[in-house]
């Protein structure tokens, strides 16, 4: 059971956030939480503000107005980059992986700012450097054989299939041992049975790592099946927010969203 349903604060809070790009308005109000444990659901149609969410909380945009607190911190004005500190792991809707290297390297890079011996450290390969590597290959090593591409650990990523790489940008993701893993669109460009397996998948590394997922997809039947709560967005809006029956049944989301995945069946 998430920690919210036992009235504890939750892991992520996101409160009235407001975001604009000019004259438009990209988020206006927007409110919900993610407990502890929790995967989290967030859709709506394209344009609905979904990845702007994604971006805010992630530290790649300014929000203007509300806040989001993680772990009952502040996340406005940090720098994305020192999310991963926090415990904040992402993936991207087009995978950001480097093509040209391996698996292992671009799992490894996931694991950076794990190293603490400092520059020097490293560059001297002082013993401290020198345990904090092994360690991390350590951890690569897990996360490849968790999400099955250990075999093609020393294969450039770029030679991969697009469900592969959606794989090792995730496998990169988890190395930092993230608190909170954001998956935006991690169904994107696989097949049924890909799919499938990937809904088993998120489900499993919850479970595994004891981690919170917030989960941004099209993909309602995903969506459905592994959320344990729903937020729908639509135009910058909150239109629902309960679990996937909940929200389901709501006729604003039938006719935003389920209503044009219906029309375009």
């Known amino acids: 059971m998430a920690d919210a349903q036992r009235g504890a604060a ?7 956030i407001v975001v604009r790009f000019g004259g438009v308005v990209a988020l206006d109000g927007v409110s919900f939480d993610v407990a502890h444990g929790q995967i989290r659901g967030l859709i709506g ?23 989001i607190l993680f772990e009952g911190r502040s996340l406005a004005g940090q720098k994305r980059h020192r999310m991963a ?13 480097f093509r040209s290297m391996t698996v292992r390297e671009n799992v490894l890079v996931g694991g950076h700012h794990l190293a603490h011996a400092g520059f020097l450290g490293h560059a001297f390969r002082v013993p401290r ?19 099955e591409i250990d075999r093609v650990a020393d294969v450039p990523v770029g030679s991969l ?4 790489q959606k794989r090792v940008e995730l496998a990169r993701a988890l190395i930092a041992r993230p608190k909170l893993l954001l998956l935006d669109e991690p169904a994107g460009g696989l097949t049924h049975g890909e799919v499938a397996e990937l809904g088993s998948l998120i489900q499993h590394i919850r479970d595994t790592f004891n981690l919170s997922v917030l989960l941004v997809e ?17 135009q910058g809006h909150v239109i629902a927010d309960g679990t996937p029956d909940e929200v389901r049944s709501t006729p604003a989301v039938i006719h935003a969203y389920l209503g044009e995945e219906t029309a375009d069946a």
Do not use: W
Not at 47 to 63: A, D, E, H, Q, V
Not at 85 to 97: C, E, K, P, S, Y
Not at 218 to 234: F, G, K, P, Q, T
């Open 218 to 234: 099209h993909h309602m039947s995903l969506v459905m099946h592994v959320s344990d709560r729903v937020v729908a967005l639509e």
């Open 85 to 97: 500190d926090f415990g904040i792991g992402r993936t991207f809707q087009n995978v950001a992986l």
């Open 161 to 164: 299939t697009f469900g592969m």
């Open 129 to 147: 450097a020198r345990r904090e590597e092994q360690e991390v290959a350590a951890q690569a090593e897990e996360m490849m054989r968790l999400l």
């Open 45 to 67: 149609p394209n344009g609905s503000g979904k990845t702007t969410m994604f971006n805010c909380i992630s530290g790649f945009y300014r929000y203007v107005q509300g806040d």
């Open 10 to 16: 939750p892991l992520l809070s996101v409160r009235d």
